[in-house]
Each structure stands twice: as C-alpha cells, then as structure tokens.
C-alpha cells in the first residue's frame, strides 16, 4: 500500500493492510467488546500510523448510511392490528432467550414495529433500515427475498425451518422429531386415534415445507405408519391461526361424531384450548383422551392435568441467533442450525 500525500486512508485500507473484514477494523476502532484485546491494539496502531480519521457522527451519533450502528433488530412479521398482542407466548419466551444472549454480550437491541407482509415490503424494510443485523420469526412469505439477501451475505438470520435451495441462515428445531416423538409415544400408551391439531400458513401450497407446523405434521404421520396405524385425514385438524383453534377442532371432532382418543397439538396454546373444550364436552383428560402440546410454555405446567409437551429450549435457540447474527455482522459466514427437541411427560397423557 502507498502512502502518497494527502492521501485519505479508510476502514478498507486498514483492513487490507491487516488481513482482517472491514466490519472488525470498525468493532475494534469503535472499542467493542466481542473483539479481542489484541486485535483492538494492532487495529489502533496501525489506523494511527496511516493517520486515519474516523467520521464525525451527525447530533443523534449516528454516522453516515454506510456505517451502520451495531444493533441487532429482531422482526416479528406478523400484522398485529391496533391494540393486538405484540407475539404468542413462545415467541415472547424467545425474545427473553435472545435478550439474555445479547445482555450477555453488552449489546442492545431493538424489537421493530414495521411489519412486513411480502418479499416487496421486506425489501424496503432491509434496505432503508439503520441495521446492521437481523433477526426474523417466520419465514414462509418471505422466502424468495431472504434468499436474496442471503446470496448478498446480509446479516440476517431466521427462525424457522431448513429446506433444499435456502441461501439464508436459519436456525430452529428438528420439528419432524418432535412430532414423530409425540405421537410415538401416545401410540405405545395404548391410543389409536391420535387427532393432529394446528394451524396452517395462508400460503401458496409450493411454500408449505418451509412451516413449522407442516414439519411437525410430517413427524406425525410418521410415526403412524412406522406403528402400523392407518393415517386419517378426518381427524387432522389445520385452520388457520386463531386464539380459539384448539377449541374450535375439538368441537368440530365431537359435533360429527368422529372417534378420537389423543391428540397431537401443534403448539401449547392450541392444546389448552383444546384441554378446555374436552372438559366442557365431559371428556376426561387423560381417560378418555391424551393431550400433548408443543414449545412447553410457562403455563404449560400449570393447566390441570399438567400438559405433556415437546420443549423447544429458548434459552439455547436465543443464544444460537445471536451468535450467528453477529458472527455475520462481524464479516463470517453462518450456516443454518437445528437443535433437538424434548419430550415432557405430564399428567395430560396419562404415561
């Protein structure tokens, strides 16, 4: 590198000069704690030593367009309308499990209140936001655009599935297991008509393997033909998201008269609103039908019986975001990640 006069040196000269990414010369300049001691030295040294001025900030300190601040922004891209719940309770559980990660590692965070419905809206939210990192709850709309950005390397990791051509970074968990787990083990307590409940995303059938609750629904089946038990369309139940779908597929089983002794519910909530359905139509839980449910919320364990579930571990999915997040915000790349699921055995299911 020459040093000709006047010459103004940048945070790419210096990285050159160092072997380093451009986005860790700024971390060590700006005093980051996730860069070492050693790294912050060398890149301080030799910054002072090719005389570079770092930018002044504008009178909020906030620098120009192309140096981003480091906060992480978590986007939850579901339309909540005025006064709505800002998530479900998994979600609020994940949020924790992602603040305890970025607290952890002295960084802030903010939640958006823009809520993006389409690869379009999407579009314009990443381009014109101050970010530097994402991180996104769901993914099925949005998967052609985050494929995009993906192939960009844009800091930005999803909570969701993996399937065949993603270029994105996800992380979630094995949703197939969980529901193969779950009714495997209704199926070996002696059940034989294991009712599936869960709501399914208003998409485009081509998009349906990238849904949680499809996966789960895979697992499901599963495990009735590796058990020899005949698959039944009539007691799968898949509405779209309501508060009241548990209830709701209860009632719609019980006012035609369709057998069921279990079910397989897609997530906890759906599985109390079912729990309290069967009380108001005088079946016994677990005599009469078994009850599982899936994430293992707080609640979870406070319903009466106790609901069996499948536990997603929040405080280990929060972690693994945000290390990947900021592993990319640092210039790395990340790839997706699945963690495994738990089941929990209350007294919902008898066993």
């Given at each position: 590198?020459?040093?000709?006069?006047?010459?103004?040196?940048?945070?790419?000269?210096?990285?050159?000069?160092?072997?380093?990414?451009?986005?860790?010369?700024?971390?060590?300049?700006?005093?980051?704690?996730?860069?070492?001691?050693?790294?912050?030295?060398?890149?301080?040294?030799?910054?002072?030593?090719?005389?570079?001025?770092?930018?002044?900030?504008?009178?909020?300190?906030?620098?120009?367009?192309?140096?981003?601040?480091?906060?992480?922004?978590?986007?939850?891209?579901?339309?909540?309308?005025?006064?709505?719940?800002?998530?479900?309770?998994?979600?609020?559980?994940?949020?924790?499990?992602?603040?305890?990660?970025?607290?952890?590692?002295?960084?802030?965070?903010?939640?958006?209140?823009?809520?993006?419905?389409?690869?379009?809206?999407?579009?314009?939210?990443?381009?014109?936001?101050?970010?530097?990192?994402?991180?996104?709850?769901?993914?099925?709309?949005?998967?052609?655009?985050?494929?995009?950005?993906?192939?960009?390397?844009?800091?930005?990791?999803?909570?969701?599935?993996?399937?065949?051509?993603?270029?994105?970074?996800?992380?979630?968990?094995?949703?197939?297991?969980?529901?193969?787990?779950?009714?495997?083990?209704?199926?070996?307590?002696?059940?034989?008509?294991?009712?599936?409940?869960?709501?399914?995303?208003?998409?485009?059938?081509?998009?349906?393997?990238?849904s949680q609750i499809a996966q789960r629904l895979e697992g499901y089946k599963a495990a009735l033909t590796a058990e020899g038990i005949p698959f039944d369309p009539a007691i799968v139940q898949t509405p779209f998201s309501s508060r009241y779908e548990g209830a709701d597929a209860v009632d719609n089983l019980v006012e035609r008269g369709v057998a069921f002794d279990s079910i397989v519910a897609a997530s906890d909530i759906v599985a109390l609103g079912a729990l309290q359905a069967l009380k108001r139509h005088g079946l016994r839980v677990p005599e009469d039908v078994a009850l599982i449910g899936y994430d293992d919320i707080d609640?979870?364990?406070?319903?009466?019986?106790?609901?069996?579930?499948?536990?997603?571990?929040?405080?280990?999915?929060?972690?693994?975001?945000?290390?990947?997040?900021?592993?990319?915000?640092?210039?790395?790349?990340?790839?997706?990640?699945?963690?495994?699921?738990?089941?929990?055995?209350?007294?919902?299911?008898?066993?």
């Amino acid at each position: 590198m020459e040093d000709g006069p006047g010459r103004k040196f940048t945070l790419r000269h210096i990285a050159e000069e160092l072997g380093l990414s451009t986005a860790t010369v700024s971390r060590a300049i700006a005093g980051n704690t996730a860069i070492s001691e050693q790294t912050r030295e060398l890149v301080v040294e030799t910054a002072a030593r090719l005389g570079y001025s770092a930018p002044k900030r504008g009178p909020k300190g906030k620098s120009g367009k192309g140096n981003l601040p480091e906060q992480v922004c978590v986007v939850l891209p579901v339309a909540t309308g005025h006064g709505g719940q800002l998530g479900n309770p998994f979600e609020l559980s994940l949020l924790g499990g992602i603040g305890a990660a970025l607290r952890e590692r002295r960084r802030d965070f903010s939640i958006s209140w823009q809520t993006p419905h389409d690869d379009r809206t999407l579009s314009e939210f990443i381009d014109t936001s101050h970010y530097r990192g994402f991180i996104f709850f769901g993914q099925s709309q949005f998967h052609d655009a985050l494929n995009r950005f993906g192939a960009a390397n844009r800091p930005i990791v999803v909570w969701g599935v993996e399937t065949e051509g993603q270029r994105y970074c996800s992380v979630g968990t094995d949703n197939y297991d969980g529901g193969f787990r779950a009714t495997r083990h209704l199926i070996r307590t002696g059940r034989k008509r294991i009712a599936f409940f869960g709501s399914m995303p208003p998409i485009a059938e081509a998009r349906t393997a990238l849904s949680q609750i499809a996966q789960r629904l895979e697992g499901y089946k599963a495990a009735l033909t590796a058990e020899g038990i005949p698959f039944d369309p009539a007691i799968v139940q898949t509405p779209f998201s309501s508060r009241y779908e548990g209830a709701d597929a209860v009632d719609n089983l019980v006012e035609r008269g369709v057998a069921f002794d279990s079910i397989v519910a897609a997530s906890d909530i759906v599985a109390l609103g079912a729990l309290q359905a069967l009380k108001r139509h005088g079946l016994r839980v677990p005599e009469d039908v078994a009850l599982i449910g899936y994430d293992d919320i707080d609640v979870a364990s406070f319903s009466s019986p106790q609901l069996s579930t499948v536990r997603q571990d929040v405080i280990k999915a929060g972690n693994m975001l945000v290390s990947k997040v900021l592993r990319m915000m640092d210039g790395h790349r990340a790839v997706s990640e699945r963690l495994p699921t738990e089941l929990i055995i209350r007294g919902s299911c008898g066993a």
